[in-house]
């Protein structure tokens, strides 16, 4: 099967540089045109599904390519992004202020936070339930970048950790070949593109 793992378009979030986490902000005038254009994308790519997170920067985004599919996003919750608990919805620059310039995100420890094992866990087993739901179709995963990156680390076989080793951007396509017949996960997956733009570029020129 082909698993497609899409960021969702641009958010107000996004545009005040804030740590989203499980925060809920819409989408932005720009992430609208580009959730327009990662629908065109998925169609031309045949894709059969489309998942989603619950919060709305990701559901917004997949209700417009299952409009043009003709379908409704199937919702997960467990695709949500990480919750930085008291944290979240604070400015980097805020966050730079109380944690301090030597302080690198990925030492930072956030009162109230999900954890990185947990996180760990919600995200790929949700994904693998997808993966083992359609075996054959191509089916499109509209997350955030945490989990995203997340996943393609573990196909690739790094341990998770952050800051992000490559970028996830907004309605990226991050796309996953998985083997319908492999006897274990890890033998089954190959990452074959990641941070695919190029259905953009007409957004960014608006």
Known sequence: MRLILVRHGESVGNSENRLQGQEDYDLTELGRRQADLTA???AAEETAHVYSSNLLRALATAEVAAARLG???VVLPDLSEYHF???????????RQRF?????AGERVYPGEEGRDVFYRRVTTAI???????????VAVVSHGGPIALFC??????PYRRPMPFSIDNC???????????????SRAVLVSINDVCHLSVASEG
């Not at 301090?100 to 690198?104: F, K, L, P, R």
């Not at 680390?153 to 790094?158: N, P």
């Not at 990226?172 to 890890?186: C, G, I, K, W, Y």
């Open 71 to 73: 379908k409704a996003p």
């Open 153 to 158: 680390q573990s196909v690739l076989g790094l």
């Open 172 to 186: 990226s396509l991050n796309v996953v070949e998985v083997a319908d017949t492999a006897a274990d996960r890890a």
């Open 85 to 95: 608990g008291e944290m979240a919805g604070e400015t980097y620059a805020d966050l």
């Open 100 to 104: 301090g310039t030597g302080v690198s």
């Open 128 to 138: 693998w339930r997808i993966v083992d739901a359609h075996p054959g179709e191509s």
């Open 40 to 42: 065109e994308r998925l």
